[in-house]
């Protein structure tokens, strides 16, 4: 390892990090850090998403021997779907620093509307679309009064919240319309033919594969990110930042309309509490799959990981006869535990290669032109 | 990265720990059982698992266990809701249970479930709020529909002065099967003439949570001022919308009636929030309930309309008959006032 003979501190001690990472560079003290360097942010994140679902399917399996079976599978998953394909859509929203929460209030407005539009002798054929396009006529009103007057997300959804969830009580009054075919509510409720796949999952996994390609491989997923980690700078670079925000807000209506949607398939009820209580489980994927709250960070698949994470939970849970209150008290835990643990794990990090240096560094902000590792 | 692993490891031993001691299972010992031998384990679904009304009924159950033979354990959801039923239904039947006793926080959204389970060879008995017709095989109601819907009306009549006056239901969900049944009768009845004086305000769900009653009590009150009866068919609702009252300095201006436990309304009709209100023995009802999914497992009922069959300790010894849509009645509710309520909180323990 390189010591280095100049003294610690000091007003004429040099920028440590820019040559001493070079110097380190070249010895076991230095793989270590080219080690830890690559396991950095997401990657390291995902890998140890993958470890908790690892663990908690074989808890599961010494909880209860029905829990490795395929109908446990099968509804176990399908229980999450909606609000998994919702988290695909808060994911870009989270990623540029916003949020949505009145996806939960779309998903019952949806809902209602479907089941009146259904009870008033309008085919599903024509009523699905339609629904779909007041999912995106609420993410645009959600979009367009967050940029047009640059009112914080968090107040505009908590209002839409509220008004959403209104509205769908006055479309359908206080009747709740269950009369829907077979064919439709088989959607929700099916499996694919001679298997334990649920019709949803396969729903989901378009969605998600869509996403991935779109966050992390195309322009718009760039933008996204740039908008997150600094919106000024983005502005500046020519991103449109306005219309990126209110497409990512029209997006998660559409979205949230088509999970009501599938909620009210596979209930086979459209009533106006439908959703009550998904927009929190809906964040609560989110970051469990890694985004920072901040906005700026995050992967898709990171998110992927944490929906089978919770529906391994809860089926674990459930499968052990633990009713829904323990079950939250156990989501709560996982989620501190997965916020926690990489921020604890960096200042690890910053402790081992603080440590091979061999002194003490002054916490402080970095000179022009130096390297921070 | 890796020395945090026991801190997830220790989170999730919690849980297991946590597991060990939140399970509210007592699995009964299997005595010699009166009736034909049953054995395997029923599973009870309330509509949600923090009610003290189910928490009575689980009571019931239980002594049918002891009794009759069986394992039987109590899951569910901590809110009234229906697609938090699910699962539990869904688990219960991969699981092997031999029978799933359930009241519907839905009866249309857990029906698929239900029927898949039927579909499995579960027998599926509901009690308190039926699931939808095909998705049961027999419906244990805690008393007669149409009987408790004029119940209500009668109250209401006899709680408003000269049976005038505005009247308005704090109910439990919207979509609760029984309260909206008994609301319905209760309209009905009201037609009638010698009901021509009171005027109905409308429905506040109350969504069977202390909190959300309690503000729709005050949501009630301020927007019909004139209010004189608040009914309220949910053991839950009854007891907020008393404690409203209450409060705001109603006592002899607005009254309480509804479905309520004795213990729980027994200070309110003592202080004349609550002159008057009915319930049913709620520990019967979980023992019936227990006892009919013996029958239907053993094989004595097949659940059909016509079928009769006994239950030792209830109903005198009488044999209860299977009525239409595969309903047995478990008896007439009782109506309590300032005369009987020490000696009925006494006698049923709830």
């Known amino acids: 390892m390189t010591e280095d003979p100049r003294p610690a501190g000091g007003p004429d001690a040099p920028p440590p990090s820019a040559e001493a990472s070079v110097a380190a560079g070249d010895n076991s003290g230095g793989a270590m850090n080219r080690l830890l360097g690559s396991l950095s942010g997401a990657a390291r994140l995902e890998v140890f998403l993958v470890v908790i679902l690892a663990v908690l399917i074989w808890w599961g399996a010494q909880l209860s021997r029905f829990f490795l079976t395929g109908p446990n599978f099968g509804f176990s998953t399908q229980a999450v779907m909606e609000i998994s394909i919702m988290a695909l859509a808060m994911t870009p929203i989270i990623i540029t620093g916003e949020i949505d929460l009145s996806v939960e209030s779309m998903v019952g407005l949806s809902s209602c509307v479907l089941g009146w539009l259904w009870a008033s002798g309008v085919p599903l054929q024509a009523a699905i679309p339609i629904v779909l396009l007041v999912g995106v006529a609420g993410g645009l009103f959600n979009g367009i009064i967050v940029t047009r007057w640059g009112l914080p997300s968090l107040v505009v959804t908590l209002a839409t919240y509220a008004l959403f969830r209104g509205l769908g009580h006055v479309v359908l009054g206080s009747t709740v319309v269950s009369n829907f075919p077979a064919g439709f509510t088989n959607f929700g409720f099916g499996y694919v033919p001679g298997t334990f796949v649920p019709w949803t999952l396969l729903v989901f996994l378009v969605l998600a594969l869509v996403a991935v390609a779109i966050v992390h491989r195309t322009w718009i997923g760039r933008q996204v990110f740039a908008v997150g980690k600094n919106k000024e700078a983005a502005r500046y670079s020519g991103v449109r930042v306005a219309a990126l925000k209110t497409a990512l807000f029209a997006v998660s209506g559409l979205v949230a309309a088509f999970a009501g949607i599938i909620l009210t398939s596979r209930t086979s009820t459209a009533s106006p509490d439908n959703g009550l209580n998904m927009t929190l489980a809906v964040v609560t994927i989110v970051v469990l799959g890694g985004v920072d709250i901040n906005g700026g960070k995050g992967t898709v698949p990171g998110v992927i990981l944490a929906v089978f994470i919770l529906a391994t939970l809860k089926s674990a849970l459930t499968q052990a006869g633990i009713s829904t209150d323990y079950q939250n008290v156990a989501i709560g835990l996982l989620l501190i535990v997965s916020v926690i643990t990489p921020l604890l794990a960096r200042q690890g990090r910053d402790l081992v290669s603080r440590g091979r240096l061999g002194r003490k560094r002054p916490a402080r902000d970095p000179a022009p032109g130096e390297v921070v590792r | ?350």
């Open chain 2, 1 to 350: 990265m890796f020395h945090r692993l026991p801190r997830a490891a220790a989170g999730v031993a919690l849980v297991f720990a946590l597991a060990g001691c939140s399970s509210s299972a007592t699995p009964a010992p299997t005595t010699a059982p009166t009736t034909a031998a049953m054995s395997g384990s029923v599973v009870m679904i309330p509509k949600q698992i923090n009610n003290p009304y189910f928490d009575v009924a689980f009571k019931g159950a239980q002594s049918a266990a002891t009794a009759l033979g069986g394992t039987l354990t109590q899951v569910g959801p901590s809110a009234a809701d229906a697609t938090q039923q699910i699962p539990f239904i869904q688990t219960a039947t991969t699981q092997g249970a031999k029978a799933i006793i359930v009241s519907a926080d839905d009866a249309n959204a857990i029906a698929p479930a239900l029927k898949a389970a039927m579909a499995a060879g579960i027998k599926v008995v509901g009690y308190d709020s039926s699931p939808a017709v095909g998705a049961y095989n027999v419906f244990v109601n805690q008393a007669d529909t149409a009987g408790i819907g004029k119940g209500l009306a009668d109250m209401a009549c006899d709680e408003a002065p000269s049976c005038t006056g505005e009247i308005a239901v704090l109910s439990a969900a919207q979509t609760a099967t029984n309260q909206n049944a008994w609301i319905a009768a209760m309209q009905d009845t009201l037609k009638g003439s010698k009901y021509a004086g009171l005027v109905w305000d409308g429905v506040y769900y109350g969504n069977d949570d202390p909190t959300i009653s309690t503000q729709q009590t005050q949501a009630m009150l301020a927007a019909h001022p004139n209010l004189k009866v608040i009914v309220a068919p949910t053991t839950v609702g009854i007891v907020a919308a008393a404690q409203v009252v209450t409060s705001q300095n109603l006592i002899g201006k607005v009254f309480v009636t509804g479905l309520g436990t004795p213990m729980g309304m027994q200070a309110f009709v003592k202080s004349g929030v609550s002159p008057e209100f009915a319930l049913w023995n709620v520990t019967d009802l979980g023992y019936l309930a227990y006892a009919v999914a013996v029958d239907l497992v053993t094989g004595q009922i097949k659940g059909n309309p016509g079928d009769t069959f006994t239950v030792p300790s209830l109903n005198g010894g009488q044999p209860y008959t299977i009525g239409a849509d595969s309903v047995v009645v478990l008896g007439p509710p009782f109506v309590f006032n300032t005369s009987n309520i020490d000696q009925y909180v006494a006698s049923f323990g709830f």
